[in-house]
């Protein structure tokens, strides 16, 4: 998902500009051709065995999400609603988003389009087999935010992470996951991916749908550029059907600063296709 764009914050503090001539849009297209013509690899069905080692509250899920018994989902795209929030009680930035993913290489493509002062914002997140970028381009010329190294990388881990979890569910048997269970509602994973391991606890209730989210390793954008390391919590629910896949639709992404908890965005997801 989204979850991330504290970068709103920096854009009201008014980083330096500097003019560049690409669409953001266009370049999402462009990178998504380039990324959706890999080959997929064949993936096996997730059957009851593949998941037995996983823990109870995880099963539960992978059963109410619809995942046993089909393939396993290498690639998704899905399109929000989406609010953002500069600060605590800013108005909301409303807009349309779009992200392209795949799993095993991995690619995440991620793209919102809203206004700021009546000014056009677009926010372009790419991440590309190890290695993460973010931009913030504002009236279509000049990247106010432009992003990337290791901090980055590994906070946009934690996000494939929470993406996997909430809109990939099948893929909670991947290699690259390992789990400790906590108790019948929570359960512990941790995620590697090149030099990075990350961690969650994955909250559920006793519907068994997944309702939280909570990393200590993801990190805020501060106004001078670095990412600092907060608790990151990303609360959804309103679980609906999308093509057999039954999975949350709406919710929050909540930075859990010193003064308070700071829900920084809203998404409501209204298109969803894997395969």
Known sequence: MIWGLA???????????HIRATDLSRRFEALRAEASAQPLAKE???????????PPPVRRYLALTGSVGRPVVTEIVMRFDGTMFAAPGA??????VVQYERFDWPTRLFLMSTRMKGLPVKVLH????GEATMRVRLGGLFDVVDLGGPDLT??????ILNDLAFFAPSRLTDPRLTWTEIDDRRAAVYFTLGPNTVSAELIFND????????SEDRGMLDKDGSLRILRWTTPLGDYRDFGGWRLASEGDAIWHLPEGPFRYGHLRLTHYEAR
């Open 44 to 54: 096996a069905t997730l059957t009851e065995d593949a998941i037995a080692h996983l």
């Open 7 to 17: 970068i709103f914050a920096v854009l009201a503090a008014g980083v330096t500009a």
């Open 154 to 159: 590994r906070t946009e881990t934690v996000t």
């Open 207 to 214: 519907a068994d749908e997944l309702i939280d989210f909570v």
């Open 126 to 129: 790419h991440f590309d087999r």
């Open 91 to 96: 108005v909301g930035m409303t807009g349309p």
